[in-house]
């Protein structure tokens, strides 16, 4: 079941750098969310202070509220907080174990009673590369290509059945083929689960999310439908990153 | 066309090679023939002043060298002028060395002493100093003219001065264990192996006359190193188990939680304990072995066994005992080993097991330990091997394995062995010297077998666990 995130007043940083200014967000459960904005505007900080990974840095001190289906992210167990919300990084990061073993990592770390089998076949399915990969289960998943081991994390996280999924730019550093595949696969997460993706690649974006938020400097310059942040942005900067004149 | 330039700057050089194709070829021979001889004669002169040190009739070579590289080195000198138009003093200079050192060795007697030198000294010392030390600046601007004197051929010529000092330190190495195995291969007795050292007397019976017990006795006694073999295998167990743990713990704490002072003082405490000699430990071994005597827990420390009427205490220290002062110079070696292992692990697998909900306990034992088996295994290993080879630990503790050999018998060691054959007493000394160099041949290859497995091991272990990553 999908489920939305309240953010108010978020404030982050690092070693007395503020990152995060004071964001206040709205994001709608089952439905995708795209994180556009120049590089080091705080986009990866505000989806790590979601999942709270934030807190593996030292020196990085959050302060706000997060809620997620009412419960306050920033007060509860993080690990129970990280089975409902997952994470997809920018570099795959499989771990050096089967393909299968990689899948029910999650399953087995939060002693979740599930069918295996049926896990891996439905992850795999969903993450789009059960085909390449179903008689390749024992498989060491450091012998896959980048862009089959990207949609093995894919599938990793959706193992857990998170509520929300978080992308840091899933797709960067895959070649196109596998970034469509990408792609594809996340339309097809819509309406079961919310995803929040960070995206450079503005055509992306307009493809598969269905809001889109703006970030610069550590705030939130615009939010809103994609259709309308693109074609009718409200304020000028907005306009200017989209039309590439700063990136 | 003004031709004048071009021909003034070719006088002296080689014509081109359309002018008289013979002579060029020949000039360029020559050129480099002297070059190359003197890379032969330098390369003589050094491998003799190596060679004379271990065999000091060569040195009667060392004068015919010297000359003959005295001369060549001035033919070098003129060739280089005659190829290159500028005159190179070094290699003057490097003649005239070998000249003033051919005069000093001439002057010096066979065996030198006096100068306050305690002791004689063959001449072959100083011919093989003055040999090696002519010989390589020669070798050096012989190589670096037949490569033809450019940038390259600096950087080639000064590969011998690099490599010789490596070379020697092999050749030492490989020298030393070829002598090794040339004392102790012929000696060594398979039987010797498979049979346990005894020498005690058993008694038979008790008997009583006029009131008066006395008992006949049976000298049991058998030369083998089958006791000393088991003990050197106990002592790298019982040291592996005590130590794993403990310094898997500690590298773990150190490279996880550690923070602040106490991880510093810790991080000290366990480097340091590598620092104390272990002469101290074997005292320290020795005084643990005493600390229960007269208490009931005596058999313990001291290493009980049974001598035919009932267990009796030994006068020195049992297994346990030298085990835990053994572990106290592994640990580190573990700790340090498994700490590297545990850092080396790539943040993102980190970070990718605690998005996912693992807590810290699960991604330690699934993701970081196994990352850093490697390292912790190969540490094991050479503390096993380390273990095997000590001996001033056991010193003053160990025996020679009559009684048999268990975690709570006297302990005893290969290594152990070597040093009792020497300083033992007389009879042992000379019921066992033969086999004093085979015992060391097979301390070697134990301890080198474990160094190799180690290293191999952890390059497959890497490659399975790690995979292509």
Not at chain 2, 379 to 408: H, K, N
Request: charged share 15%.
């Amino acid at each position: 079941m999908p489920s939305g995130l309240k953010i108010n007043d978020l404030y982050a940083g690092y070693n007395g750098t503020q990152v995060l200014k004071g964001i206040n967000l709205d994001v709608q459960p089952g439905k995708v969310t795209a994180l556009i904005g120049p590089s080091g505007c705080g986009k990866t900080t505000l989806l790590r202070c979601i999942n709270r990974l934030s807190e593996l840095t030292r020196n990085c001190h959050v302060k706000g509220y997060i809620g997620l289906d009412g419960e306050d992210v920033l007060n509860m167990d993080p690990m129970l907080l990280r089975r409902k919300v997952g994470m997809v990084f920018q570099k795959p990061n499989p771990f050096p174990m089967s393909i299968r073993e990689n899948i029910l990592y999650g399953v087995k770390a939060g002693n979740l009673k599930v069918d295996s089998q049926a896990v891996i076949q439905s992850s795999l399915s969903k993450a789009a590369v059960w085909d390449e990969l179903k008689d390749r289960l024992e498989d060491n998943a450091f012998g896959l290509s980048v862009g089959q081991q990207q949609r093995v994390c894919i599938a990793r996280c959706l193992a857990i059945s998170p509520e929300v999924i978080l992308m840091d730019e899933p797709a960067a550093s895959l070649d196109p083929s596998s970034a469509a595949k990408v792609e594809a696969s996340i339309l097809s997460l819509k309406d079961e689960y919310t995803v929040m993706i960070i995206t450079h690649n503005m055509q992306q974006a307009k493809r598969i999310s269905d809001t889109t938020v703006f970030m610069f400097q550590g705030e939130i310059i615009e939010a809103g439908e994609t259709d309308q942040v693109f074609n009718h942005p409200w304020r000028q900067e907005t306009r200017e990153y989209i039309d590439g004149r700063f990136g | 066309m003004n031709m004048q330039p071009i021909e003034e700057a070719s006088a002296g050089r080689l014509k081109s090679k359309q002018d008289k194709p013979i002579v060029y070829s020949l000039r360029l021979v020559s050129g480099k023939a002297t070059s190359a001889v003197s890379l032969v004669v330098a390369l003589g002169a050094v491998l003799s002043g190596c060679l004379m040190l271990v065999r000091n009739t060569l040195e009667i070579y060392s004068l015919p060298i010297l000359v003959g590289l005295c001369v060549i080195l001035q033919f070098l000198f003129v060739d280089v002028f005659r190829q290159h138009r500028s005159w190179d003093y070094k290699i003057a200079v490097l003649s005239l060395v070998v000249f003033a050192g051919m005069l000093f060795l001439h002057a010096l007697p066979e065996d030198v002493t006096g100068w306050q030198i305690n002791g004689v000294f063959h001449r072959s010392l100083f011919a093989s100093l003055v040999l090696v030390s002519s010989g390589l600046p020669a070798l050096s601007i012989s190589l670096f003219y037949l490569w033809g004197a450019t940038p390259q051929a600096d950087d080639i010529s000064h590969y011998p001065l690099v490599l010789l000092p490596v070379l020697f330190a092999l050749a030492v190495y490989v020298g030393l264990i070829a002598q090794l195995l040339v004392k102790g291969i012929p000696n060594l007795d398979w039987g010797i192996l498979s049979k346990p050292y005894f020498n005690y007397d058993w008694p038979l019976k008790i008997t009583v006359d006029d009131g008066w017990p006395t008992w006949t006795a049976e000298r049991h006694s058998q030369l083998g190193i089958l006791n000393h073999l088991k003990g050197t295998g106990l002592l790298m167990l019982l040291t592996s188990l005590i130590s794993l743990p403990i310094g898997a713990g500690a590298g773990i704490f150190l490279s996880e939680y550690s923070r602040g002072v106490f991880g510093g003082i810790a991080r000290f405490t366990i480097t340091a304990l590598r620092a104390i000699s272990t002469f101290i430990l074997g005292l320290t071994a020795l005084s643990l072995a005493q600390s229960m005597d007269n208490t009931p827990l005596a058999g313990i420390f001291r290493g009980t066994f049974f001598n035919g009427w009932g267990t009796s205490v030994s006068t020195g220290g049992s297994f346990l005992v030298a085990s835990l002062i053994l572990s106290l110079l592994v640990i580190p070696v573990i700790a340090r080993s498994t700490e590297e292992g545990c850092r080396s692990l790539p943040p993102e697998l980190r970070e990718g097991s605690l998005a996912l909900g693992a807590s810290d306990q699960t991604t330690l034992f699934r993701i970081v330990l196994p990352w850093a088996f490697p390292n912790l295994l190969t540490a094991v290993l050479l503390g096993c091997a380390e273990a095997g080879g000590s001996v001033a630990i056991l010193m003053f503790i160990a025996g020679r394995g009559d009684y048999g050999v268990g975690p709570l018998s006297q302990v005893t060691s290969l290594a152990y062995l070597i040093f009792d054959i020497w300083y033992g007493e007389k009879s042992f000394r000379g019921a066992m010297l033969p086999y004093q160099f085979s015992a060391g041949v097979l301390l070697l290859l134990l301890t080198m077998s474990l160094g190799i497995a180690a290293l191999f091991l952890k390059r497959w272990l890497i490659k399975r666990h790690r995979g292509e990553g």
